[in-house]
């Protein structure tokens, strides 16, 4: 914003501290004094100093432009008002500024919207390409190895084919020969000759038997039921992997910086838990969405989640959502559970070794996710959440050392 200054000083000029729409100049604190304190000045109007004092005035009656005509959307005096405006509707000109600072507002606001949305709408694009040109790329695959089932059997058919081929070739033209022999022979008219070649040509091998020999004729419509079901698994299976991690990315987008409460951490502090080993994040969350994430490689028991702020602290904790507490664990090195009311076994197909933990306020949703395999492990619903939410760690005993491992907080990294 320009620096108005004062028009009445002579010299360096000091910054005005109001401006005169009577006189139409802008007084520094020295030179406005008259006007506070001279009779005849004092009714002049003064106005926060502004540059350009004559195009505030009207240019037909010479009098301070003050209201606004909503008819004629223009800006007026009071003459005007009473003249050629006198059946208009008139607003004071701060009145309408507030009014177009409110609609001004309300447009940045709608098109920041727009921008959000269509960030939103780019990145669901994005990840909608990249889902279905994984999944056309298993389509390929699939086709391919297809292709190449079928080719394998036409060429074991093939030589098959030409294997028997080649035998019955071979056994055509050794009768060709003997037949020849034969015809030779009985035109011979040398006895011991004779006798020998006779004995020759009985002692040769027996022809085969080629009436039941034929070549072996591929199902290739099994072929093609085993491809397509196989294609279905492999898609079924590929569309959850790609599903997951599209999810996993969208709650990702909420992540924030969680950092332990010390008062939760400190003996004989009001804010400790007394009876478990248990800590909460400094940061609460009355609102809104959030995510963090917490290492948990290493340990054989282990509780994390999110709890109510009025939890009880002391003594006994009944881990469930009744008790403001929302959370899952691991106990015993292989014992994964949702404690929910009543608590779920949980059945998983890999150790996790960082958990994801997205929490929607609005919508009473707790999720937690295994951040490597991008897999949701478990999701507590309709949760009704009506006070501030902490996260919630609990690194458990050491138990002589085979749980020593720390819960680590780690920053989120969306791949």
Same mark, same amino acid.
């Given at each position: 914003?320009?620096?108005?200054?004062?028009?009445?000083?002579?010299?360096?000029?000091?910054?005005?501290?109001?401006?005169?729409?009577?006189?139409?100049?802008?007084?520094?604190?020295?030179?406005?004094?008259?006007?506070?304190?001279?009779?005849?000045?004092?009714?002049?109007?003064?106005?926060?100093?502004?540059? +350009?004092?004559?195009?505030?005035?009207?240019?037909?009656?010479?009098?301070?432009?003050?209201?606004?005509?909503?008819?004629?959307?223009?800006?007026?005096?009071?003459?005007?008002?009473?003249?050629?405006?006198?059946?208009?509707?008139?607003?004071?000109?701060?009145?309408?500024?507030? $009014?177009?600072?409110? #609609?001004?507002?309300?447009?940045?606001?709608?098109?920041?919207?727009?921008?959000?949305?269509?960030?939103?709408?780019?990145?669901?694009?994005?990840?909608?390409?990249?889902?279905?040109?994984?999944?056309?790329?298993?389509?390929?695959?699939?086709?391919?190895?297809?292709?190449?089932?079928?080719?394998?059997?036409?060429?074991? #058919?093939?030589?098959?084919?030409?294997?028997?081929?080649?035998?019955?070739?071979?056994?055509?033209?050794?009768?060709?020969?003997?037949?020849?022999?034969?015809?030779?022979?009985?035109?011979? $008219?040398?006895?011991?000759?004779?006798?020998?070649?006779?004995?020759?040509?009985?002692?040769?091998?027996? #022809?085969?038997?080629?009436?039941?020999?034929?070549?072996?004729?591929?199902?290739?419509?099994?072929?093609?039921?085993?491809?397509?079901?196989?294609?279905?698994?492999?898609?079924?299976?590929?569309?959850?992997?790609?599903?997951?991690?599209?999810?996993?990315?969208?709650?990702?987008?909420?992540?924030?910086?969680?950092?332990?409460?010390?008062?939760? +951490?400190?003996?004989?502090?009001?804010?400790?838990?007394?009876? &478990?080993?248990?800590?909460? =994040?400094?940061?609460?969350?009355?609102?809104?969405?959030?995510?963090?994430?917490?290492?948990?490689?290493?340990? #054989?028991?282990?509780?994390?989640?999110?709890?109510? $702020?009025?939890?009880?602290?002391? =003594?006994?904790?009944?881990?469930?959502?009744?008790?403001?507490?929302?959370?899952?664990?691991?106990?015993?090195?292989?014992?994964?559970?949702?404690?929910?009311?009543?608590?779920?076994?949980?059945?998983?197909?890999?150790?996790?070794?960082?958990?994801?933990?997205?929490?929607?306020?609005?919508?009473?949703?707790?999720?937690?996710?295994?951040?490597?395999?991008?897999?949701?492990?478990?999701?507590?619903?309709? &949760?009704?959440?009506? $006070?501030?939410?902490?996260?919630?760690?609990?690194?458990?005993?050491?138990?002589?050392?085979? +749980?020593?491992?720390?819960?680590?907080?780690?920053?989120?990294?969306?791949?």
């Amino acid at each position: 914003m320009l620096e108005v200054l004062c028009e009445a000083c002579t010299g360096p000029k000091l910054k005005a501290l109001k401006s005169c729409l009577d006189c139409l100049v802008s007084y520094c604190e020295t030179h406005l004094e008259p006007h506070l304190t001279a009779s005849r000045l004092k009714r002049h109007q003064l106005i926060d100093p502004v540059e +350009n004092l004559e195009d505030r005035m009207c240019t037909k009656h010479d009098k301070p432009l003050e209201l606004f005509c909503k008819t004629d959307q223009t800006c007026v005096c009071m003459l005007c008002s009473v003249l050629d405006h006198k059946t208009h509707k008139f607003v004071p000109l701060k009145e309408e500024y507030e $009014e177009k600072k409110k #609609t001004r507002l309300k447009i940045q606001e709608i098109k920041h919207s727009v921008d959000l949305s269509k960030d939103d709408a780019d990145r669901e694009m994005a990840e909608g390409v990249r889902v279905f040109t994984a999944l056309k790329e298993s389509v390929e695959r699939g086709r391919a190895e297809f292709i190449n089932t079928i080719d394998k059997k036409l060429k074991t #058919t093939k030589k098959q084919a030409e294997a028997f081929i080649k035998e019955l070739e071979q056994e055509i033209c050794e009768l060709m020969k003997r037949s020849t022999d034969v015809q030779q022979l009985s035109r011979s $008219e040398d006895h011991f000759h004779l006798i020998q070649r006779v004995q020759s040509v009985n002692s040769a091998p027996p #022809t085969k038997d080629w009436t039941e020999v034929n070549v072996c004729q591929p199902l290739y419509e099994e072929t093609v039921r085993n491809a397509v079901a196989q294609l279905e698994e492999t898609l079924s299976e590929e569309m959850k992997k790609l599903l997951d991690q599209a999810e996993l990315k969208r709650v990702q987008q909420y992540a924030v910086d969680v950092t332990l409460d010390p008062d939760t +951490n400190l003996p004989d502090n009001p804010e400790r838990f007394s009876l &478990c080993v248990s800590v909460l =994040g400094k940061q609460s969350f009355s609102s809104g969405r959030f995510y963090f994430e917490v290492q948990v490689k290493g340990k #054989t028991c282990w509780f994390l989640g999110v709890v109510r $702020e009025s939890i009880n602290r002391k =003594g006994l904790i009944t881990l469930s959502p009744e008790e403001s507490l929302w959370s899952i664990c691991l106990r015993n090195g292989n014992k994964y559970t949702a404690l929910d009311d009543p608590p779920v076994r949980l059945s998983l197909k890999c150790r996790p070794e960082k958990v994801g933990v997205f929490v929607d306020y609005e919508e009473g949703l707790v999720s937690f996710y295994d951040v490597d395999s991008a897999a949701l492990i478990y999701s507590f619903t309709d &949760c009704s959440f009506t $006070e501030k939410l902490f996260p919630y760690f609990s690194p458990y005993l050491n138990k002589g050392g085979k +749980n020593s491992a720390p819960l680590v907080i780690s920053p989120v990294s969306v791949k």
